[in-house]
C-alpha cells in the first residue's frame, strides 16, 4: 500500500537542502514557495530515499486572492506519495516555474492549467491552449469568469 | 460549408488556422438552423404521377437505413444498447453501422457537440451523401442541455445543421430512440421527389 509521506518530516529536509523555500507544512502536504519550486522539485526527485519520480496528476485551484497549484507526487521505488503545494498570488500575470523537465508527465496537465486559469509556465517547451481553441477568450475556470 | 485546408507547418499555426474557424462558426452560427419539415403537412395533388415510384423508392430508402454513429458522449451507451441483441436495431434495417460518412444515411448526434468539435461534425455531415437525415438525440443535442450556458457548447446542435427528428431524454431510453427511429421512417416515406434536397439532383 502507498504509505503518506509525513509532510512535515519532509519540509525539514527540504529547508535543509534549500533554505527559505518551505512556506508551510502539515501532515500530508508541503508548501513551497513559487520561486523555489523548481529547485525543490528537482530535490525531490533526484535525493535518494526520496525518489519521487512519478507524478499522478498536477492542477490548479482558484482562491480568489491567489491561485494554488497542486502537485500529487509518488515514488515507484519506496511506494510513497506526497502532495506539494505552491502558491501563486498575481492574477495579472501569474508565472509558475515549469516542472516538465523533470516530469514529463506535465506536459499537458501545464498546458490545461494555461488554458483554464492564464497560468504561464516559465520553462514549458510548448505553451498552448489544450482543451479551448486558439482565440478564445478568457480562462474558463476562473473564479471571476463572465 | 467549404472545407478549406492551407498550408500549415507547425502545431501552433494548425491551431490558429482552427482557432479562427471555430470563431467564425460561433460567428456565423447564432440561430437555429429551420428544421426540413416540408414533408410534415405536404399536399401530394401535385405530385400524383409520381406517388407510386416515389412510394416504391421510399420504401426501398426506410427500410435499409444505414446509421452512423456519432456519440460524443453517454447517449452513446444507449445507442449501442439499442443496435445489439435485447433491443435489436436489425428490426428495422439499420443493423450496419458505419463509420464512415460516405457510406451512412442518418447521423444519429448521441451527445453533447462543443464548439472544437461542431467543426468536426459539421464536415462529417457535409460528407454524407444525399439524402441524408440527422437524429439529434438527448438533451444535449437538442438545445445543450445542462451546459447550454457554458463557454464551449454549442446551445443545440441545430445551430450547425438542419435536425429531422429530435430525441428527448438524458439520456432517452433505447425504446424511446426506437420510437425516433420510426419517427425517422415515417418522415422517409412520406418525402422523397418533393425533397428539396433532392430535387435539384
Known amino acids: ?146 | 460549408m467549404e472545407i478549406v485546408r492551407p498550408e500549415v507547418n507547425t502545431p501552433q499555426e494548425a491551431d490558429a488556422v482552427e482557432g479562427a474557424s471555430i470563431n467564425q462558426l460561433i460567428a456565423e452560427s447564432t440561430s437555429a438552423i429551420p428544421d426540413p419539415d416540408r414533408w410534415i403537412d405536404e399536399v401530394l395533388d401535385r405530385n400524383v404521377f409520381l406517388t407510386t415510384a416515389d412510394t416504391i423508392v421510399a420504401w426501398g430508402r426506410q427500410r435499409s437505413i444505414f446509421p452512423m454513429l456519432f456519440a460524443t458522449a453517454c447517449c452513446g451507451m444507449e445507442v449501442i444498447s439499442m443496435s445489439v441483441s435485447r433491443f435489436d436495431l436489425s428490426r428495422f434495417g439499420m443493423d450496419v453501422v458505419r463509420f464512415s460518412p460516405r457510406q451512412a444515411d442518418v447521423m444519429i448526434i448521441a451527445g453533447t457537440i462543443t464548439w472544437k468539435m461542431a467543426l468536426a461534425t459539421r464536415m462529417i455531415y457535409d460528407q454524407m451523401a444525399e439524402p441524408k437525415w440527422v437524429v439529434a438525440m438527448g438533451a444535449c443535442a437538442i438545445s445543450g442541455g445542462t451546459f447550454r450556458e457554458s463557454y464551449s457548447v454549442t446551445p443545440g446542435v441545430n445551430r450547425i445543421m438542419p435536425v429531422d427528428v429530435y430525441i428527448p431524454g438524458c439520456p432517452p431510453k433505447p425504446e424511446a430512440v426506437i420510437f425516433g427511429i420510426t419517427r425517422l421512417h415515417a418522415k422517409i416515406i412520406k418525402g422523397t421527389m418533393d425533397n428539396p434536397m433532392l430535387s435539384k439532383h
Open chain 1, 1 to 146: 500500500m502507498t504509505v503518506v509521506t509525513s509532510g512535515e518530516d519532509l519540509a525539514k529536509k527540504i529547508a535543509e537542502a534549500i533554505p527559505g523555500s518551505v512556506i508551510s507544512s502539515d501532515k500530508t502536504s508541503v508548501m513551497v514557495d513559487a520561486a523555489k519550486l523548481a529547485q525543490v522539485a528537482e530535490f525531490l526527485k533526484n535525493t535518494p530515499g526520496l525518489d519521487f519520480n512519478y507524478l499522478n496528476f498536477a492542477t490548479a485551484v482558484d482562491y480568489i486572492d491567489y491561485f494554488e497549484l497542486v502537485y500529487r507526487l509518488l515514488s515507484m521505488e519506496h511506494n510513497h506519495s506526497l502532495v506539494l503545494k505552491t502558491r501563486c498570488y498575481d492574477r495579472e500575470n501569474p508565472t509558475v516555474p515549469s516542472i516538465v523537465s523533470l516530469w514529463r508527465g506535465a506536459y499537458f496537465q501545464e498546458r490545461e492549467m494555461f488554458d483554464m486559469f492564464g497560468i504561464k509556465f516559465e520553462g514549458h517547451p510548448d505553451l498552448r491552449r489544450l482543451l479551448t481553441w486558439e482565440g478564445f477568450k478568457g480562462y474558463p475556470l476562473r473564479r471571476d469568469y463572465l
